[in-house]
């Protein structure tokens, strides 16, 4: 499959993009709950000390947050969409032509 149809397979609207996107950052926090936690355990209390002490936290983090929000999960969430609405669509044009 060239890169031109892929692109055109998983295109969707811009609205549509942003609420994957919520959708995807909402799945990745919970997710990485315990990991969000044990930085904000480390923060508490801190200002300035919290870049240094709780960099491994931050580390942890981050890391498990990537899992969930990057560019390939997002594609495979537009590609499930798409798919979707095409089975809406070919349910409604099989159901109008009993």
């Excluded at 149809?5 to 990485?32: G, P, T």
């Excluded at 942890?60 to 969430?77: F, P, S």
Aim: net charge positive; proline share 0%.
């Amino acid at each position: 499959m060239g890169y031109v149809q892929e692109a055109r397979e998983n295109h969707v609207k811009k609205k549509v993009e942003e609420a994957l996107r919520s959708k995807m950052k909402q799945k990745a926090l919970k997710e990485c709950d315990h990991y969000t936690s044990k930085y904000a355990e480390c923060a508490y209390g801190r200002t300035m000390s919290v870049v240094w002490r709780c960099r491994q936290q931050a580390k942890e983090l981050n890391d498990c947050l990537h899992q969930y929000t990057n560019d390939a999960v997002l594609e495979e969430m537009k590609r499930v969409f798409t798919l979707e609405q095409e089975g809406k669509g070919s349910r409604r044009i099989q159901g109008s032509a009993t």
